[in-house]
Structures are given as structure tokens and as C-alpha cells.
């Protein structure tokens, strides 16, 4: 990215322009299909079918019926009513400092905007369970066994879908990313998912997947986050968005077509005006092309293990890096004033990413606490980014261990 002095930056933040900024076929396709057509989604056109054809291709055979919108949002809106037609319940459970959206509906089920100024805390609808933090969460890797971990996070879900039970209501849905992004880079332990789900569904709600920042690759080895966990691991609905479009307006809700046979059947019309319109279907479709083209899920692999490979070796030269977790282009470095009590550095923190940004590398944190530095860069990030970045963030460590 470059700046109107002309300065260039090295943005290691924008899991928006997935492909790279300005890329010249994005462009392309956008104009033909701009001089050729664009209309709203009442009028029918092949390049919203072959799109969700292609879509639903890359996921797993139940998630066969596609929706288009327009942003991630959108997208989390409808994944619900969905939830609440198919199920007939409205309670839902989300994870601690989750973010799913900014419309209403979706600030009631993100702790990360109702629990932080400006929001009026939960609805009583919503049941907020642990977020499976193994490192700074309510149950921490120094205190118990992996397997403690797992089970000790997926009771309090469990303890959850009881107390709605109780109280005669019912679980509708159980909501969250398949790596948490705005809770601090969080990679969900082995097993999470699979056991959250069975119980879920066992109770008779459904499962959703929320891919809008985490998806399209970006974890190198799979299309799909949620995938990480295992190929039997299958939520019901699955959101898109962000990377979607490389920046151009598009979302999607993909399920099942049981659950989107449940929508049909009450007789209310779904409409979306630009929801998958000729030229938002277009650049999709080119975003795909790049990604497999420019195999830039094999680059998020590379980069991504050679990135965390250098992290780690900081994180044994400067006591101040606590954790460093991630997958492909999804890391995460949390920041501690002590490794025995992992009390976050945030004022650390936050400096690191200012002096960062005077040495023309873009960077943020985010968590509970703002302590964790987020890596999150669009996927053609090269290995000499890379190694750029663990010099230049090896340098300010070193300032700050010498100001100390």
C-alpha cells in the first residue's frame, strides 16, 4: 500500500483485498462485466448460478443451498433467521469477545460490542460461553492437559444448553468463528467443534460457522477453517465475506437443504436487491481463479509456518512474547508482562504497532486486553515480507528490552 507521499507499506492487516491490492484480472473482469451488464438479482443471469455452483463445490455435500448478500453482516443476519425458522427457538450461544457484525441483531450476540462501551450487555436470549483460550483464557494449558482443556471448555457449552433447556426454552443456535480473530488470533483446540456440535445438535439446535474473516483459504491446508478441526466437522450454515470480493461488496449463507427448505416453507419471500448481481458473482468468481491460479493457499502455508518459525525464535530472545499461535496467514502474538501470570502488555502492545507503522509496516491488536498483535495480511505476502517483518519487529523488541 502506499500513502499519498508515495511512501510504501507493507500491510500485514487487510484480510479484505485477499488476492493483493489493485490486482490487475479483479480490475479486469470487473469492467467487461460492468460494460456488459449489471442489474439486480430478480433478473436472472449465469454468473450467479456458476458462482454458487462453484461455491458449494468447495464445501462439504450437505452445505448445497447459497444465498448471496452483500457483507459479512448480512450474512450472520440471515445465518440466524435461518436458525430460528428451522428450529423454532431464538436462544443462541456465542463465545466470549465474539464479533459477528455491526447490524442489531448481531451486536446482541457479539460480547465484544456489548460488553465494551457503548453497549448495554447481553439480551437474556443469548448465553455467552468461554472462549476456548488455552493460553489467557478461563482454563490455561499450564494447568491442565490438553484433553482436561477440551472437555473442560466444551462442559461450559454444555452447562449452557442445560440452562436454556431448564428454563423451557431451547438452544436455536450455537454461533461462532472457526478461529476467533477479534478474541485475540485464537486457534480453537482439537476436538472443540466436534463435541460442541454433537452436543448442539443433540439438543436440537443447529451449528454455524462464521468464515467471514477466516476463510477462502487463508489457513493454507484447507478452503475452510472449520475444516481444521476434522472432515467429519460440518456446520450446519456456513457465512462468508471479507475476502469474498477482494474488497467489492459480497457475502454468502450457505446450508443445508433441509434448513433452507424450512425457510421456503413459511411463505415469506426472500429478496436481496444486489444480493449476487452479475458483477459481484464476476469478481468472486475471478477471486477463486486467483487464489487456485496464483496458488495462494500453498503461499499461506509457506509463509505462514516460516512466520511462525521466526516468531518463535523471538519469542526465546525476548521474554515478552508470550504465545505465538496461528495457522497460514492467521497468527497471533500475545503479549505478556510476566510468562508465570501472563498479564497482558498492552501499553507494549500498542507501541509496538505504532513504531511498526513508522517503519512502514501496518500492523493491530486486538483480545480482551489489546495485547495480542494480529497477523492477518492479504495472501500473497512473500517470504520477504515475511523475513522484513521478524527483523524489523526483532529491532523494537531490542528498544524496548534496552529502555527497560
Known amino acids: ?5 508515495g511512501d510504501k507499506y507493507l500491510d500485514c492487516i487487510n484480510n479484505v483485498t485477499h488476492v493483493g491490492h489493485s490486482h490487475p484480472k479483479i480490475a479486469e473482469v470487473a469492467f467487461k462485466q460492468l460494460k456488459t451488464l449489471n442489474t439486480n438479482s430478480r433478473f436472472l443471469h449465469d454468473n450467479l448460478v456458476l458462482y454458487a455452483e462453484r461455491l458449494t463445490s468447495l464445501l462439504p455435500s450437505p452445505l448445497s443451498v447459497c444465498f448471496f ?18 428450529t423454532k427457538r431464538k436462544e443462541v450461544i456465542v463465545l466470549d469477545h465474539a464479533y459477528h457484525g455491526h447490524v442489531i441483531s448481531l451486536i446482541d450476540v457479539s460480547p465484544y460490542k456489548f460488553d465494551h462501551p457503548g453497549g448495554e450487555g447481553k439480551p437474556d436470549w443469548v448465553h455467552v460461553a468461554p ?7 478461563k482454563y490455561r494449558d499450564n494447568e491442565h492437559s490438553a484433553e482436561e482443556l477440551v472437555q473442560l471448555y466444551t462442559d461450559e457449552v454444555q452447562k449452557l444448553i442445560d440452562l436454556s433447556a431448564a428454563n423451557g426454552k431451547g438452544i436455536s443456535c450455537f454461533i461462532a468463528e472457526s478461529l476467533q480473530s477479534c478474541g485475540g488470533q485464537i486457534i480453537l483446540p482439537p476436538d472443540y467443534l466436534r463435541r460442541v456440535y454433537k452436543s448442539v445438535r443433540e439438543a436440537g439446535g443447529v451449528c454455524i460457522a462464521d468464515e467471514v474473516q477466516v476463510g477462502f483459504g487463508r489457513v493454507g491446508t484447507h478452503w475452510w477453517a472449520f475444516q481444521l478441526q476434522g472432515e467429519d466437522v460440518i456446520p450446519d450454515i456456513v457465512t462468508m465475506g471479507k475476502p469474498m470480493g477482494n474488497g467489492h461488496p459480497i457475502a454468502a449463507v450457505i446450508t443445508t437443504k433441509e434448513i433452507a427448505d424450512s425457510f421456503s416453507a413459511t411463505g415469506m419471500e426472500y429478496f436481496n436487491t444486489y444480493g449476487g448481481n452479475p ?8 477471486v477463486l481463479d486467483i487464489i487456485e491460479e496464483e496458488k495462494l493457499r500453498e503461499n499461506a502455508t509457506v509463509v505462514g509456518n516460516h512466520l511462525l518459525i521466526g516468531l518463535k525464535e523471538l519469542k526465546e530472545k525476548h521474554s515478552i512474547i508470550g504465545d505465538v499461535r496461528g495457522v497460514g496467514m492467521f497468527i497471533g502474538i500475545d503479549l505478556v ?8 502488555a498492552t501499553v507494549e502492545a500498542q507501541h509496538i504497532i505504532t513504531r511498526l507503522k513508522q517503519q512502514l509496516i501496518l500492523f493491530s491488536a486486538d483480545g480482551p486486553n489489546r495485547n495480542v498483535l494480529k497477523f492477518k495480511p492479504p495472501m500473497v505476502l512473500s517470504l520477504k515480507d515475511a523475513d522484513h517483518l521478524l527483523k524489523t519487529l526483532d ?5 524496548i528490552k534496552a529502555a527497560n
Do not use: Q, W
Not at 472462549?131 to 483464557?137: I, L, M, Q, T, W
Open 1 to 5: 500500500m502506499f500513502n499519498e507521499k
Open 131 to 137: 472462549v476456548p483460550d488455552v493460553y489467557g483464557g
Open 395 to 399: 529491532s523494537i523488541l531490542n528498544e
Open 337 to 344: 508482562k510476566d510468562r508465570v501470570t501472563r498479564d497482558p
Open 279 to 286: 458483477v459481484s458473482c464476476a469478481i468472486g468468481n475471478a
Open 69 to 86: 448478500v452483500n457483507s459479512g453482516s448480512e450474512a450472520n443476519d440471515l445465518a440466524l433467521r435461518l436458525a430460528r425458522t428451522h
